[in-house]
């Protein structure tokens, strides 16, 4: 078994041969608030890399239900990165192209990052604003929320934004692919 | 004493954090410095899109905290500390991914040259405390909660799934500490607004839990842990817990009143606290 050669896509990942202690115990499957989400739940998933299914494992919708709480990190025997392994499998989807469809987890991601593109800050309204713009259900079940916070004042309208927005908006041009 | 200051996106608009925190803050002589200019750390979102530009978000506060005169920064949100505390470590143990940060810096007027500590507000507000509390609220038990990132993955202030910290601290400040067995179990903040109805599940089990073992209210520690709880109570998960942020429980007994706490902005209200019987 090697899972740190050629045909891998993820061998380029530092923390990847950590994979290589894995006991197949499942604290990690046990320890995950969402595992029950996953298509294949963290165990599994390694379970996968480890016997070369990569095409499988490229196309699993695990990583974007991580909710990073962590508690399969510390709770792993051999200690290991489990979490830190989720955001790497996500970078290296964006990389490839492998992005899942249809994962309405994405959309918010993206909704996020452009918001601190444009503005450097995220203000939830307007984060929740640009999320519905795609997923208008969404938007109609969070109104009466939105009403509630307004009348405790706590509803933002205006955006959140740092004093030159252009520097974070060049940050992000500068870290695209080819762009260091 | 001066503290550098990092108060995230979530901070200014959440239920008194940030009014609690300055109340606070200036009875006990805490001067908040804010990072000037700060932007968004990029909290769980970055790190899963692109690792250089995720440490070049965090870091861009390392170079100006630096020019600032500080050497430690200190935030008041768990999603925050934890992305700052992770840039932190890979900075520190990836030289070539510092070369790199650096480098992208550079490029839009920053210089990096040294990573700070990270502190979290709860550590330096719990040490400002005098133990001899004002009032005392011995009659009012309160469930804990730490939520996931303060603990873990860095185990900085205490262990990973059982710490004791804040149980401590509302002894110490005249407040009961329950005991029960959520107090690190995740609410599901980060995919609250996608993944709703499982979300929902974890914070009623959550609440449940506190309720059930005799809680009257909750504190936290991080603003995406206090909107998730309260919020979730307004549908239908059977609890009727207020929930406060530790900066206000700690304005309560340094004899703030609640009103100069930002307390009357939860979903839940919280008049119970410190209504006396």
Redesign the interface.
Known sequence: MNITGKNNPYSDI?KLSHINRCIQCGTCSGSC??SD?MDHAPRELFALIREGSYEEVLASIT?W?C?????C???CPKEI?V?DL??AF??KA?EQGTVPKNL??TD??DA??KT?KQF?????SFL?GR?GMRHPI?AV??AP?AV?MAL?????LKP?K???PD??T???E??EKGG? | MKICFYPG??F????GYKESTEAVCAKLGIELCEIT????C????????????AL??SS?HFAIAQSMGFSEIVTGCNACY?TLRKAVDVLQN?ADLFD?TK??LE???ITLAAVPTIRHLFEIISCAMPSAAIESYKDVPIAAYYG??LT??H?DLDR??HPTVLETFLEKIGFTATSHSAK???C?A??A????N?CRV?TQRILREMEGKGAKAVTTICPLCQFNLD?NQ?KGVGTNLPVTYFTQLAGLSLGISPKELGM????VTAEKVWTRP
């Open positions: 530092g608030p969402l989400k990583p239900f909710v990073s709480c962590y508690a990190m510390v709770r990165p979490t989720m955001y996500k970078e964006r309405n987890m918010m991601y996020f990052s601190v450097g800050r995220v203000t939830e929740m999320y969404s079940k969070n929320l509630k405790r004042h706590r509803l933002e959140q740092i004093e030159n520097t974070i060049r940050l992000y500068l870290t260091e | 996106c979530s200014a608009s959440s239920a200019d700060w932007n968004c990029g909290a769980t979102v970055s790190f899963g899109e692109n690792t250089i530009r070049s978000l861009r934890a990836d790199r480098h992208v490029q839009i007027g996931c990132q873990r993955p185990q990973g799934d690190t179990s995740c599901g980060s995919h607004v996608i993944h709703t499982e974890l919020q307004s009357n902005k939860f979903l």
